[in-house]
């Protein structure tokens, strides 16, 4: 009975000593602010420097390690190849919106404009605005709904991340060479919508 308790005991032993709470700590103490402040700033500046060139390479080749967290994941890609094979209206957005701008502040300027009838091109600007951003709305939400069911149908074992029809509309509604990351597939080229 002895002896297999002794067997046990030597089984069990971790085979060096605990060591002293001082010596512990000792062992873990690090300085709070290191000896050479300079160096430590210019490591931790060059450090910072190398991970936002990874960063900019990958927005660039699309490498899937050292893209931004919101862009990581086999859906992201999927809905960012997706997005990127089609024409969209909403990509017409934002260039067109600017125009409007242009033209409602360049007619206040023009004194024949400052009248009833200026007004009221004034009033058909902002209703021409409105009702572009209502058509992208539109076409977002009928777009995501087919775009969710060739998700659910290529990866049914992964749930879609949260914030992903946010992530498909605001690309579709930026001009496609002002896309980041950059779009990787040619128009028309739709990414396969079959299961792994």
């Known amino acids: ?98 125009l409007f701008l242009v033209a409602m502040m360049a007619s206040s300027f023009v004194k024949p404009l400052q009248t009833e009838f200026g007004a009221l091109i004034m009033v058909g600007f902002t209703i021409g605005l409105y009702s572009l951003f209502a058509l992208s709305l539109f076409e977002g939400i009928i777009v995501w709904q087919r775009l969710k069911k060739r998700i659910i149908v290529r990866f049914p074992n992964d749930s879609i991340p949260k914030g992903t029809w946010y992530y498909a509309y605001s690309r579709m509604i930026m001009a496609r060479r002002w896309r980041s990351p950059r779009p990787l597939v040619a128009r028309g080229e739709f990414p396969k919508v079959e299961a792994k």
């Open 1 to 98: 009975m002895s002896d297999s308790h002794n067997v046990r005991a030597e089984r069990t032993g971790k085979g060096r000593p605990t060591p002293k709470r001082k010596e512990a700590q000792a062992r873990n103490a690090r300085p709070l602010v290191p000896a050479d402040r300079k160096e430590a700033k210019r490591l931790a500046r060059q450090k910072r420097d190398e991970a936002f060139a990874r960063e900019r390479l990958a927005l660039e080749t699309g490498d899937e390690r050292y893209l931004p967290l919101r862009d990581k994941g086999q859906v992201r890609r999927f809905v960012r190849d997706w997005v990127d094979a089609r024409w969209s209206i909403s990509e017409f957005l934002l260039p067109i919106m600017l």
